[in-house]
């Protein structure tokens, strides 16, 4: 009898777990998390997602996470990418938009080990030693037509700066307001270059949805949209809640680096210095460069439109 | 054929001298119970009984393949060292060598130069009618042609205790009948001591000048006698009378099978 | 065979090929399966067409590295298989610690290899080998231990040397089984070179990496089909050698005359 009883118990809760989940969103991040997904979670723990009756389940990434085709593909109602990848998918025939950005400047670099006595990007390039950067990616494309003859050589980038610290000899992508500031504390400081400097910036770290799920979803997707906002400036004015519970998922990144992050990418969130109503909103002229020079670099064959690209909330 | 003896030496065989021998395995148990017997140089002696009688442990005991429990197991020769053949159950022969490779293998073991030891098989292939089929392989053989190669490598050390474990059992009976003869006339040109096992009671008369039958495990000794037939086995003595009485005499001693316990 | 059975054997395996690719063309066309999950299969033509090149290029890196990789873990496999078979007690000690080569994720260690060997090909080379290792261990081993009983009676019979037992008897016993583990070994370690090349770069690998990031999934199809068939050409290969060595002797290599 009290197997029975056992057993109709689990198959209920089963039952009630699985039809949960069929109402939970999920919130696809493409990497472990970090600052640079700081306002996310400060959004979840602050209770603004259930208040505005969101049941949103942030998972994250790694190396590889197909995240945009995870969102075209529904298995997951939204997501986080770099704005290239929109626009790249778009061509490809997947039909995505971006909603938010968190960086107006956009974070990427390279970083270099300051003892090699490099002034500039240019000298990175036509310097011998290795630099580890993402095979195909745009921003690889972009600085290897810019530094055309460039002396350095090229190995994949796995993620982490395990390889930075034991060879001297050893430059790599990174995030300049994350992978830096670990090196530093694990004792080599390091000097990066911002990718945006030498002309390529596109948005970064841009949340991503269906437009038809959007289309049919218009008040949930701004609820959304708008409680991200307000976890972003929240975030901005009070990381170490949100930092807390990061450190735990992520044991790559401790908490005085995430501290010194959060500092450090202030800037690069609020840009010129938008008003709050306004952080994360995008502009058609900022596509439409991004659009031009992937298109540039072959990375398209078409040109999507630039207003198919996002949507302001 | 030729019958010649081996031109190094005359007429030579070991003596084997077994004093309470026995054996024992995990498993199965005892195996030779306290087996004392001798055998003298040149006899042709067949070991008989039903099967897992442990004569073929027996054998591989006098092989030097495996030691005695207890016991003393002593081989002389009359004439120099101890040298033994030995053929196997199945040919037994390396795949990937020919007849002639699979011949001189025993004298290339020892150290032998290849030139004196083809030289040596070719005479032992001569011996057992081989000598066109020199160089197939194994697998081109038939399973007669197999055995005689067997026994040709066998030969080829000129053994002085020539050691047979129920050689020609999967053979068909005229290949078999054929056989025997050989290995008979064989026995009659080089002179060495033959130890032959055998569940076959037809064989073992026809083939031995003297029979030791084992009962079943473990094995004690339940006849040791000689054969009283002429020493030239023929064919027509496979229906002669005399033939035909001596297997019958046997025949009483060996168990049948409803008899094994 | 003549030519009419020699076509008829080839149809019953091409059937499926061609069914299959017409299907996925007809329904990547029609849009009915979105391009991004799967590629045309005349994209994926095109893309080996137009890369044509590229690809030949890659495939020359990964197949030599995937070969030197191959050629390691022949010899240290085969080295360490025999001495194993040597000693009861050297197998019992040392064999668990092979088992690790297979059952390690070679992509977890990847990135230590890199840190060992550094970026390129050394470390492409030593992927392919810690991938392909195992299964030569353990066929020679296999081999080694499956020698007839009744010859090694016939070796100690002539007081035969652990020498002579080893390289006249047990070796070449061994070698069908060895060529069988040699078979597996060699589709592994164009794997292994492949996982290698994602993190030390260079190679096929590098070519899925990049097409990867570009969303160029007909290039990661055509990179993968010739991956593919690098490995058929590396088991063929070893099929040549064993056809030639053991043609003469052993069952498996002969046809019913």
């Given at each position: 009898?009290?197997?029975?009883?056992?057993?109709?118990?689990?198959?209920?809760?089963?039952?009630?777990?699985?039809?949960?989940?069929?109402?939970?969103?999920?919130?696809?991040?493409?990497?472990?998390?970090?600052?640079?997904?700081?306002?996310?979670?400060?959004?979840?723990?602050?209770?603004?997602?259930?208040?505005?009756?969101?049941?949103?389940?942030?998972?994250?990434?790694?190396?590889?996470?197909?995240?945009?085709?995870?969102?075209?593909?529904?298995?997951?109602?939204?997501?986080?990418?770099?704005?290239?990848?929109?626009?790249?998918?778009?061509?490809?025939?997947?039909?995505?938009?971006?909603?938010?950005?968190?960086?107006?400047?956009?974070?990427?670099?390279?970083?270099?080990?300051?003892?090699?006595?490099?002034?500039?990007?240019?000298?990175?390039?036509?310097?011998?030693?290795?630099?580890?950067?993402?095979?195909?990616?745009?921003?690889?494309?972009?600085?290897?037509?810019?530094?055309?003859?460039?002396?350095?050589?090229?190995?994949?980038?796995?993620?982490?700066?395990?390889?930075?610290?034991?060879?001297?000899?050893?430059?790599?992508?990174?995030?300049?307001?994350?992978?830096?500031?670990?090196?530093?504390?694990?004792?080599?400081?390091?000097?990066?270059?911002?990718?945006?400097?030498?002309?390529?910036?596109?948005?970064?770290?841009?949340?991503?949805?269906?437009?038809?799920?959007?289309?049919?979803?218009?008040?949930?997707?701004?609820?959304?949209?708008?409680?991200?906002?307000?976890?972003?400036?929240?975030?901005?004015?009070?990381?170490?809640?949100?930092?807390?519970?990061?450190?735990?998922?992520?044991?790559?990144?401790?908490?005085?680096?995430?501290?010194?992050?959060?500092?450090?990418?202030?800037?690069?969130?609020?840009?010129?210095?938008?008003?709050?109503?306004?952080?994360?909103?995008?502009?058609?002229?900022?596509?439409?460069?991004?659009?031009?020079?992937?298109?540039?670099?072959?990375?398209?064959?078409?040109?999507?439109?630039?207003?198919?690209?996002?949507?302001?909330? | 054929?030729?019958?010649?003896?081996?031109?190094?030496?005359?007429?030579?065989?070991?003596?084997?001298?077994?004093?309470?021998?026995?054996?024992?395995?995990?498993?199965?148990?005892?195996?030779?119970?306290?087996?004392?017997?001798?055998?003298?140089?040149?006899?042709?002696?067949?070991?008989?009984?039903?099967?897992?009688?442990?004569?073929?442990?027996?054998?591989?005991?006098?092989?030097?393949?495996?030691?005695?429990?207890?016991?003393?197991?002593?081989?002389?020769?009359?004439?120099?060292?101890?040298?033994?053949?030995?053929?196997?159950?199945?040919?037994?022969?390396?795949?990937?060598?020919?007849?002639?490779?699979?011949?001189?293998?025993?004298?290339?073991?020892?150290?032998w130069e290849m030139e004196r030891a083809k030289a040596r098989a070719q005479e032992e292939l001569w011996r057992v009618r081989l000598m066109e089929f020199a160089a197939l392989y194994p697998h081109e053989?038939?399973?007669?042609?197999?055995?005689?190669?067997?026994?040709?490598?066998?030969?080829?050390?000129?053994?002085?205790?020539?050691?047979?474990?129920?050689?020609?059992?999967?053979?068909?009976?005229?290949?078999?009948?054929?056989?025997?003869?050989?290995?008979?006339?064989?026995?009659?040109?080089?002179?060495?001591?033959?130890?032959?096992?055998?569940?076959?009671?037809?064989?073992?008369?026809?083939?031995?000048?003297?029979?030791?039958?084992?009962?079943?495990?473990?094995?004690?000794?339940?006849?040791?006698?000689?054969?009283?037939?002429?020493?030239?086995?023929?064919?027509?003595?496979?229906?002669?009378?005399?033939?035909?009485?001596?297997?019958?005499?046997?025949?009483?001693?060996?168990?049948?099978?409803?008899?094994?316990? | 065979?003549?030519?009419?059975?020699?076509?008829?054997?080839?149809?019953?395996?091409?059937?499926?090929?061609?069914?299959?690719?017409?299907?996925?063309?007809?329904?990547?066309?029609?849009?009915?399966?979105?391009?991004?999950?799967?590629?045309?299969?005349?994209?994926?033509?095109?893309?080996?067409?137009?890369?044509?090149?590229?690809?030949?290029?890659?495939?020359?890196?990964?197949?030599?590295?995937?070969?030197?990789?191959?050629?390691?873990?022949?010899?240290?496999?085969?080295?360490?298989?025999?001495?194993?078979?040597?000693?009861?007690?050297?197998?019992?000690?040392?064999?668990?610690?092979?088992?690790?080569?297979?059952?390690?994720?070679?992509?977890?260690?990847?990135?230590?290899?890199?840190?060992?060997?550094?970026?390129?090909?050394?470390?492409?080379?030593?992927?392919?080998?810690?991938?392909?290792?195992?299964?030569?261990?353990?066929?020679?081993?296999?081999?080694?231990?499956?020698?007839?009983?009744?010859?090694?009676?016939?070796?100690?019979?002539?007081?035969?040397?652990?020498?002579?037992?080893?390289?006249?008897?047990?070796?070449?016993?061994?070698?069908?089984?060895?060529?069988?583990?040699?078979?597996?070994?060699?589709?592994?370690?164009?794997?292994?070179?492949?996982?290698?090349?994602?993190?030390?770069?260079?190679?096929?690998?590098?070519?899925?990496?990049?097409?990867?990031?570009?969303?160029?999934?007909?290039?990661?199809?055509?990179?993968?089909?010739?991956?593919?068939?690098?490995?058929?050409?590396?088991?063929?290969?070893?099929?040549?050698?064993?056809?030639?060595?053991?043609?003469?002797?052993?069952?498996?290599?002969?046809?019913?005359?």
């Amino acid at each position: 009898m009290k197997i029975i009883l056992g057993f109709v118990l689990i198959l209920l809760s089963t039952v009630a777990a699985w039809g949960a989940q069929a109402t939970q969103l999920q919130f696809a991040l493409n990497w472990k998390a970090e600052p640079e997904f700081g306002g996310f979670y400060t959004a979840k723990l602050s209770g603004s997602f259930q208040k505005r009756n969101l049941d949103v389940e942030i998972t994250e990434g790694g190396a590889g996470t197909p995240v945009v085709q995870m969102v075209a593909n529904s298995k997951v109602r939204f997501g986080i990418a770099a704005a290239d990848e929109v626009v790249i998918s778009q061509a490809r025939g997947a039909d995505v938009v971006a909603l938010f950005a968190v960086y107006q400047i956009n974070p990427q670099g390279i970083m270099v080990h300051p003892e090699r006595g490099f002034k500039s990007l240019g000298d990175v390039f036509n310097s011998p030693g290795t630099l580890a950067i993402q095979s195909g990616s745009p921003h690889a494309l972009f600085l290897q037509k810019q530094f055309p003859g460039y002396k350095v050589t090229f190995v994949p980038y796995a993620g982490g700066i395990a390889t930075f610290l034991t060879d001297p000899n050893f430059s790599q992508q990174c995030f300049v307001t994350s992978e830096p500031l670990i090196a530093r504390r694990k004792g080599k400081p390091a000097q990066s270059f911002l990718i945006a400097d030498a002309g390529f910036n596109p948005y970064g770290t841009v949340v991503i949805a269906r437009r038809q799920y959007v289309a049919k979803n218009q008040k949930q997707t701004r609820d959304l949209i708008n409680t991200v906002r307000e976890g972003w400036i929240e975030y901005l004015r009070a990381p170490e809640p949100a930092n807390n519970t990061m450190v735990k998922l992520n044991r790559a990144m401790d908490a005085v680096s995430m501290k010194e992050a959060a500092e450090v990418q202030k800037s690069f969130i609020l840009g010129a210095g938008a008003p709050a109503q306004e952080l994360g909103k995008m502009t058609m002229e900022r596509w439409g460069t991004l659009v031009n020079q992937l298109y540039d670099l072959k990375l398209i064959k078409t040109k999507p439109v630039a207003d198919k690209l996002f949507q302001n909330f | 054929m030729n019958s010649s003896s081996y031109s190094d030496q005359s007429k030579s065989g070991a003596a084997v001298r077994c004093e309470g021998i026995s054996r024992a395995f995990a498993g199965t148990g005892l195996v030779l119970d306290r087996l004392t017997f001798q055998i003298e140089p040149g006899e042709f002696v067949a070991l008989l009984g039903p099967s897992g009688s442990g004569k073929s442990s027996l054998l591989r005991l006098t092989a030097g393949l495996d030691r005695a429990d207890a016991g003393r197991l002593v081989i002389e020769a009359e004439q120099g060292t101890v040298s033994r053949g030995f053929v196997f159950q199945e040919a037994t022969l390396i795949p990937w060598r020919n007849v002639l490779r699979n011949t001189t293998l025993p004298l290339e073991l020892q150290g032998w130069e290849m030139e004196r030891a083809k030289a040596r098989a070719q005479e032992e292939l001569w011996r057992v009618r081989l000598m066109e089929f020199a160089a197939l392989y194994p697998h081109e053989l038939s399973g007669g042609m197999k055995m005689r190669t067997s026994v040709a490598r066998a030969l080829i050390t000129h053994p002085n205790l020539l050691l047979l474990d129920e050689p020609f059992a999967a053979l068909d009976e005229p290949t078999r009948h054929a056989l025997q003869q050989q290995l008979r006339e064989i026995w009659a040109a080089l002179g060495m001591t033959v130890l032959f096992v055998t569940h076959s009671i037809s064989e073992a008369v026809f083939l031995a000048n003297r029979i030791i039958v084992l009962s079943p495990r473990p094995a004690r000794i339940l006849l040791d006698s000689s054969i009283q037939l002429t020493e030239t086995r023929t064919a027509a003595l496979r229906t002669s009378f005399a033939y035909v009485e001596e297997v019958r005499r046997i025949a009483t001693v060996v168990p049948t099978p409803e008899q094994e316990t | 065979m003549n030519f009419k059975t020699k076509i008829s054997s080839l149809l019953p395996p091409l059937l499926p090929l061609i069914l299959g690719m017409a299907l996925a063309e007809i329904t990547v066309r029609s849009g009915w399966v979105p391009s991004y999950l799967i590629p045309a299969p005349s994209e994926v033509i095109r893309s080996l067409i137009d890369d044509r090149v590229e690809l030949a290029v890659a495939a020359w890196t990964t197949l030599s590295s995937a070969l030197a990789g191959l050629l390691l873990s022949f010899t240290t496999g085969t080295l360490f298989a025999i001495a194993l078979s040597a000693s009861d007690l050297a197998r019992r000690a040392f064999y668990p610690y092979a088992v690790f080569f297979q059952t390690v994720p070679i992509i977890s260690i990847a990135p230590l290899l890199v840190i060992w060997f550094g970026f390129g090909q050394p470390t492409v080379i030593a992927s392919a080998a810690i991938v392909s290792v195992f299964p030569i261990i353990a066929s020679t081993l296999l081999g080694l231990k499956s020698t007839e009983p009744a010859l090694i009676d016939l070796f100690t019979l002539y007081s035969a040397s652990a020498r002579q037992m080893l390289y006249m008897l047990k070796i070449p016993f061994a070698l069908p089984q060895i060529f069988s583990g040699l078979r597996i070994a060699s589709g592994l370690a164009v794997v292994g070179a492949i996982v290698g090349e994602f993190i030390g770069g260079g190679g096929l690998g590098s070519v899925v990496d990049s097409a990867r990031t570009q969303q160029r999934i007909d290039r990661v199809f055509a990179a993968v089909l010739i991956s593919a068939l690098l490995g058929a050409v590396l088991v063929g290969a070893v099929n040549l050698i064993s056809a030639l060595t053991l043609g003469s002797w052993h069952i498996s290599e002969r046809k019913a005359s």
